[in-house]
């Protein structure tokens, strides 16, 4: 049966019993779940931890001036070697990606061999970098006992530099040129590529490959599946040994690659008791062993007469099968030798049309196998049947079977977009090879004070092929839809951002790759509280042990927090960028002129939801701890009580500055430009920044209150001497206290503004800026304007494609659905709100969350009335491949953030890092 929607636990909950025992494994799959105790061992020691681009990465940049773009472009990624990790097309690779499995692929029309995914970068495109080509994370379970991918691959010319002129000639204006519009996919000329990985043991992987013929004549295809080994061996004066890959035995029924590990020489970074050893990867027969080298082509990649430190160099394979070059490592009989980097050559001269091919492989460690793909489809068959099974009892019973799709293809790709994340940030400053530094100008650079960072850890990517390096905002969002399916690695996730090797000594929690020292919103220790309480219902037991110890990082970085940006103690945040880009009408990253000093109420809105968070952490610590930390845990608990009381009432009354930064004209939160001569400018944009105050909820019900005297006592005496903190943040409600930043009457002006559809409600959500900025855009001066944009920005604040000018995203709407949902529980029907989208008619919290969630919800599913799904927008041009081909309208892609008036997808294609959410909204909310 369909197990019951796990709903996050209301806080405070209500009593319950001791927790049970962890609940009985249900299927196959909770089962091996139930085995894994870390990533290096067992049913997730293998994984699609390969990134889908390295190139253009921050972590391969050695460039003097920071262009990761131009230092490695997408030209030279199949021939310069990486230092810090692989990338491929539905790529696995063992824990610490040492040895690497991905299949390529030639058209016999491409110039090169489609080893890796392309797209333009942020100089080349319309909007920011974005990837032209269509695959699909079909399927994935959390043990990834069973993976599948589908890759769209054209039979004509890819048009590569077809695509960057026509973006580029865009000028950031109007929509992307993408692939599908460049006539490519007529007719069907394309391949179905269906790539799938299933595991007969922890360490035994069957892998398919398909290729689907849709086209109306035969065409040609070459398949090439590499294995690999990451080049661990070569940076240094002295090169390390190498592990060895060569032609393996021969049977009637297969040929194979022998791996072997054994001499590899093994960084300092992973444990002397991890070992591959013999590796064998059978293939069906008919192919061609290929054996090269990883290593760089110094002559391509640095001009010619440039030095390549092994003549068999990384881009062998399509010199020889796309240019006819011999150019492989042979032995004195022509045979192929030994080498780093090996492939299977197979040549498919005509697929027939609406024909398929199929290429079976089986990597595994049993060097002795008498017939080693005799059960391969038996074996995919059965995983899938098992993945079926799991994912039919997490599915809401009462789901259609299209929002199961959804909610299954959410999920998968979540587990997809895992990553061996492996980057030593002093090793990356230094330089390997003392012969070879690194240019001097690059100390003064990005993450110049980040040298501690050092992760060797797998990590959930927002997209592996738009933003492949960790995300921290991002990343706790990730965690919440996880949880759902495999909670252990969710409470993983959160503890390594504040583990040491990633969170800063002074407490701040590193943002993203391109800058370490930006500020994202401190969502960290409501992701650890909501986490936390989703483990406890689906296992049955309180996890405390991970509860207390994220709670002491995070009072670490609640300090840095209250030390760094809120820096003249006036409990108001100047916070900076925040992750929102462009939502402000200037870069609130940069000094303003003149010591103008900006107060947000994003961020301190975001600082009070924080210290509510770790209020809540506080009393769950000091119920379970008991007598003797209990009374540690409750003085926090007052402490943190104390700071949101503060930080809500500056927001009302700005200190003694005689003004506030809610506006009682119009109802509204707004950002408070400061000058040094006492003056004061409102920045009257009525965008997401005004509703994140809506963020800081929390209810203590009286009756459970009784069970912390100490910090009742303390709560009471607040109150009742500091009622100036207080009156209009503590709002006694009879059975309960509510705290929140906005009170009744404020509830209602903001609202009315939230829920109508001529200023923030969309038929798909709420949109990041009000649609009353279109005809009435607000203007700070000539040349600062913010107005209504319901799709890409023209405003380029912090570069990039990414815009809260606005458009809808899933992470701020789950949160304000989180709020509704409280604010429901607190007030129940006896408080309503007349808003213009419920016809003027008094409408609860608990309707507008539910309305909320199935607004959202609806972006991804089928609605014939509308012609397809909204996310792929109007059913016509190229939009009716997706919305009506059957062999691409089952296939749902969830992008970045989503058009504020229709819903179509925008932004990344890929982002199913925090757009997993709907998962968790479909789960809660169905």
């Known amino acids: 049966m369909p197990a019951k ?24 799959e909770h089962q091996r779940i139930a085995q894994i105790h870390d990533d290096a061992s067992g049913w997730r020691r293998w994984g699609p931890y390969v990134s889908d681009r390295a190139w253009a990465t921050v972590r391969e940049d050695y460039s003097e001036n920071g262009a990761a773009w131009d230092y490695l472009p997408h030209e030279h990624a199949r021939s310069k070697t990486y230092r810090w990790g692989e990338d491929g097309i539905a790529g696995i690779c063992d824990r610490y990606q040492l040895m690497v499995f991905a299949p390529a692929f030639w058209n016999t029309k491409d110039r090169m061999l489609k080893e890796r995914l392309f797209g333009v970068s942020g100089s080349q495109g319309n909007h920011g970098e974005d990837v032209k080509e269509y695959y699909f994370h079909v399927d994935n379970t959390p043990s990834h006992s069973y993976m599948q991918l589908v890759y769209k691959y054209p039979q004509g010319e890819y048009p590569y530099e077809h695509l960057v002129e026509e973006n580029r000639n865009r000028g950031g204006q109007g929509f992307e040129y993408e692939l599908l519009d460049t006539g490519l996919f007529n007719e069907d000329r394309y391949f179905d590529i269906v790539i799938e990985y299933a595991k007969a043991d922890a360490e035994d992987i069957c892998i398919r490959i398909t290729a689907h013929n849709r086209g109306p004549d035969a065409a040609p295809l070459h398949i090439l599946p590499h294995l690999w080994f ?31 590990y054994e001499p590899m020489a093994r960084p300092s970074t992973i444990p002397e008791t991890y070992d591959l050893g013999t590796r064998m990867l059978y293939a069906t027969p008919g192919g061609k062993v290929l054996i090269t080298n990883n290593e760089t082509n110094g002559e391509v990649v640095y001009g010619p007469g440039n030095f390549s430190r092994k003549p068999n160099v990384k881009d062998a394979f399509h010199r020889h099968v796309c240019q006819g070059e011999d150019c492989l490592v042979h032995d004195q009989k022509g045979a192929p030798a030994s080498g780093t980097k090996s492939a299977l050559h197979y040549v498919f001269p005509a697929i027939p049309a609406k024909g398929s091919v199929t290429v079976k492989l089986r990597l595994t460690p049993q060097s002795t196998f008498p017939h080693p793909l005799d059960d391969v489809d038996r074996i995919i068959e059965l995983r899938k049947k098992e993945a079926d099974e799991f994912y039919n009892s997490i599915h809401p019973a009462t789901a259609t079977d299209d929002v199961k799709r959804v909610q299954r293809q959410a999920f998968a790709g979540l587990l997809w977009t895992k990553q061996s994340y492996i980057y030593d940030v002093n090793r990356w400053f230094d330089g390997d090879n003392p ?41 706790a969002f990730h965690t919440v839809a996880f949880s759902r399916i495999d909670p252990a690695f969710a409470k993983d996730q959160l503890w390594y951002m504040l583990f040491e090797q990633f969170q800063h000594p002074n407490g701040q929690i590193p943002a993203y790759e391109w800058e370490f020292s930006d500020l994202n919103p401190p969502v960290h220790a409501w992701a650890v509280w909501r986490v936390y309480n989703m483990d406890r219902q689906v296992t049955g037991k309180p996890d405390l042990n991970f509860l207390e110890r994220c709670f002491h990082k995070l009072l670490i970085n609640f300090a840095w927090w209250i030390n760094r940006v809120d820096r003249e103690g006036n409990n108001l945040f100047e916070g900076g960028f ?55 845990y409750e003085g926090l608990a007052v402490k943190f009580f104390q700071h949101y009381a503060n930080i809500a009432a500056a927001m009302k009354r700005m200190g003694t500055c005689g003004y506030q930064l809610y506006d009682e004209t119009d109802g509204f939160f707004y950002d408070v430009l400061r000058y040094p001569d006492g003056r004061f400018h409102k920045v009257a944009v009525r965008s997401l920044v005004g509703l994140i105050p809506l963020f800081a909820v929390e209810r203590l019900d009286k009756e459970w209150m009784s069970r912390f005297p100490n910090f009742s006592a303390s709560f009471q005496w607040y109150r009742k001497h500091r009622s100036n903190f207080t009156d209009g943040t503590v709002h006694d409600l009879g059975h309960t206290y509510l705290l929140t930043i906005v009170d009744q009457h404020q509830l209602e002006g903001v609202m009315k503004r939230v829920w109508d559809e001529k200023e923030f409600l969309s038929p798909y959500g709420l949109r990041s800026l009000s649609k009353a900025h279109e005809k009435d855009p607000y203007r700070f001066d000539d040349h600062n304007i ?124 890929h982002q199913t890092g925090w757009t997993a959410l709907v998962a968790s909204l479909i789960d809660e909310w169905n």
């Open 5 to 28: 929607p796990v709903v996050p636990v209301e806080s405070p909950p209500t009593p319950a019993p001791a927790p049970a025992a962890a609940p009985k494994a249900t299927t196959a």
């Open 230 to 260: 990451r080049n661990t061996w070569g940076w240094k004066r002295d090169p390390l040994p190498e592990p060895h890959l060569k032609a393996g035995p021969v049977g009637a029924d297969y040929i194979s690659v022998r791996a072997d």
């Open 435 to 475: 012969d070879l530094p690194p240019a001097r100008q690059r100390l003064e650079g990005r993450n110049k004070h980040w040298r501690h960072l050092n992760s060797v850890r797998v990590l959930s990517m927002p997209d592996k092929w738009e933003y492949p390096w960790f995300a921290a905002w991002d990343l």
């Open 578 to 632: 925040l992750g929102l880009d462009n939502i402000s009408v200037f870069d609130r990253s940069v000094e303003l002129p003149g010591g103008a000093k900006l107060d947000q109420a994003d961020a301190t809105g975001w600082m009070g939801m924080y210290c509510l968070n770790l209020m809540r952490i506080s009393l769950e610590l000091a119920e379970k701890r008991g007598a003797d930390q209990g009374e540690v």
């Open 786 to 909: 913010v107005e209504y944009e319901p799709a890409e920005a023209n405003c380029k604040i912090k570069g990039g494609n990414s815009n809260w000018r606005g458009p809808i995203w899933m992470p701020t709407n789950f949160l304000l659905i989180e709020s509704f949902r409280k604010l429901g529980k607190a007030y129940g029907d006896t408080f309503k709100i007349t808003t213009p989208a419920s016809n003027n008619q008094p409408i609860s919290f608990k309707e507008m969350a539910k309305e909320g969630a199935k607004r959202l919800v609806k972006i991804f599913i089928r609605d014939e009335k509308l012609g397809g799904r909204p996310v792929y927008g109007p059913n016509n041009g190229v939009a009716a491949k997706f919305q009506n081909d059957p062999h691409w309208k089952d296939y749902i892609q969830f992008f970045e953030y989503f058009h504020g008036d229709n819903g179509a997808g925008l932004g990344a294609s």
